[in-house]
Nanobody, 123 residues
Framework: QVQLVESGGGLVQAGGSLRLSCAAS????????VGWFRQAPGKEREFVAG????????FYADSVKGRFTIARDNAKNAVYLQMNTLKPEDTAVYYC????????????????WGQGTQVTVSS
C-alpha cells in the first residue's frame, strides 16, 4: 500500500503560481511512477503531468506544457507540481496518483490516489 496526501492548493489570480506537493508513505515510493491529474466540475479526470520512478523522464499534457513542472525527491518521499502562469481553465481538484511500472495517462491504470487539493484561478 502507498498512501498519498496532496497539499498546496488554494486561490490565485490568473498569471500567478502555486506549488503542489504529494507526500507518500507506505511501500517504497521510489519504485512507483507518479502522475498528477485534475478534475473540474462536470468534467472527466484528466492527466496533467507524470514522472518516472527515477525522475529521469517527465511527461505533460499539451495544455500545461511550458507552464507546469513535475519533480520528485525520493529521499523525502515527495513529488511536486510547480504551476506557473496559471489560467482560469486550470481550476480543478488536483490529485496525485502512483502506479508500479511506467507512466500512464489513463487514470484507471493507477492503483493509489490522494484525496485531492483544490486549485482555483480567478480571472
Amino acid at each position: 500500500q502507498v498512501q498519498l496526501v496532496e497539499s498546496g492548493g488554494g486561490l490565485v489570480q490568473a498569471g500567478g503560481s502555486l506549488r503542489l506537493s504529494c507526500a507518500a508513505s507506505g511501500r517504497t515510493f521510489s519504485n512507483y511512477a507518479v502522475g498528477w491529474f485534475r478534475q473540474a466540475p462536470g468534467k472527466e479526470r484528466e492527466f496533467v503531468a507524470g514522472i518516472t520512478w527515477s525522475g529521469g523522464s517527465t511527461f505533460y499534457a499539451d495544455s500545461v506544457k511550458g507552464r507546469f513542472t513535475i519533480a520528485r525527491d525520493n529521499a523525502k518521499n515527495a513529488v511536486y507540481l510547480q504551476m506557473n502562469t496559471l489560467k482560469p481553465e486550470d481550476t480543478a481538484v488536483y490529485y496525485c496518483a502512483a502506479k508500479f511500472g511506467t507512466i500512464a495517462r489513463a487514470p484507471g491504470q493507477y492503483n493509489y490516489w490522494g484525496q485531492g487539493t483544490q486549485v482555483t484561478v480567478s480571472s
